[in-house]
């Protein structure tokens, strides 16, 4: 069965090659890996319309130019609630609203409980049996997922600009997956069902904070070793020359943090499968190969559209961070 797992997934890697945009390329390749994450009953639907899933992964991304209440959607500053700060947070949106207010979760980040209301929609989607609603939730529910397992969205710090490290955002997120990805091992096991999703959600954003203190230190440490005229390189982005980190310094500072980047994107995959999994089973397993075949309403198609243009204008709405 490994076998022909293995077999699958380079089928599809060489079929469908993975050209993805700058700044877009984790949140890409966790939505299309997870789909391999699926039992027999689910994969085929995902596999048909596994471009959808892994184009759409970037959606919450590019609402941000539209959507000002989209940006804080995408993290939890969590060291913003202390040194402890799971031992102060509710994990119940009620609790939390309760303890803190609206206002402040809103300035400090929601992405828990942005990922509890995807789920349920998803899994609503799955009820009514309808293919186009299934694809979005699951997209986005995926980018989601995929935020919360990043260290610096779990920090007011979250592009080191509070130690003077302006683009560590960018640099973890986007430069080093980018550059090393394609030596990682993407598999990650099955899908399983997640009694308490909402707990695991917690759990992942835990893991991440936990990490969060060495993706800074080692930066810090790393960039008084290296020469000015080495940390950074030029190099051609589309019809642009533009400054990125050197490879070589790139490469050191991934072998520093040994393995955490893969290891955060594999936790990425097998929890986005996880969740997608969940949402079925939760809404009685339903047959997907007989879906009520929607497409997107007018009103969807314009919004996506109004997205696209406001995210080529450049105008992001809400915190701004090195990505953009």
């Known amino acids: 069965m490994r076998k022909k797992g293995i077999l699958i997934l380079i089928t599809a890697l060489l079929v469908s090659p993975l050209l993805f945009s700058w700044g877009f390329y984790a949140h890409k390749r966790v939505n299309r890996m997870a789909v391999f994450t699926l039992p027999k009953s689910m994969i085929g639907f995902y596999k048909s319309n596994i471009e959808y899933i892994t184009e759409q992964a970037v959606g919450p ?4 130019y539209t959507d000002k209440e989209e940006a804080s959607r995408h993290y939890l500053d969590a060291d913003h609630y202390g040194q402890l700060p799971f031992d102060s947070i509710p994990e119940k949106w009620e609790d939390a609203v309760k303890k803190y207010g609206e ?53 007011e710090n979250y592009d080191g600009q509070m130690t003077g490290q302006k683009g560590l955002h960018s640099f973890w997120e986007s430069r080093l997956p980018e550059l090393f ?92 499968g996880s969740f997608w999994y969940t949402a079925w089973v939760n809404a009685g397993q339903p047959d997907l190969k007989k879906l009520v075949n929607k497409q997107q309403t007018e009103e969807e198609k314009k919004r996506v559209q109004a997205e696209e243009k406001a995210y080529k204008e450049g105008k992001v709405l809400g915190r701004k961070d090195d990505t953009e």
């Open 61 to 64: 991304d590019k609402r941000r």
């Open 103 to 155: 206002d402040t979760l809103n300035t400090y980040g929601t992405v828990p409980w942005r990922i509890q209301q995807r789920l349920a929609q998803l899994t609503d989607a799955f009820r009514e049996r309808d293919s186009a609603k299934i694809l979005f939730y699951s997209a986005d529910l995926g980018h989601y997922i995929a935020d919360a397992c990043v260290p610096l969205h779990t920090t």
């Open 181 to 272: 990805s394609d030596q990682y091992n993407y598999f990650t096991g099955k899908a399983r069902y997640i009694k308490n999703p909402l707990q695991e959600t917690f759990v992942v954003i835990k893991e991440s904070f936990a990490a969060m203190d060495s993706v800074v230190k080692i930066e810090a440490q790393l960039n008084k070793e290296f020469d000015a005229d080495k940390k950074y390189s030029m190099e051609q982005k589309g019809k642009n020359n533009v400054k990125v980190y050197s490879y070589e310094y790139s490469k050191a500072y991934h072998q520093r943090l040994d393995g955490m980047v893969e290891r955060r994107m594999r936790r990425a995959i097998i929890t986005v």
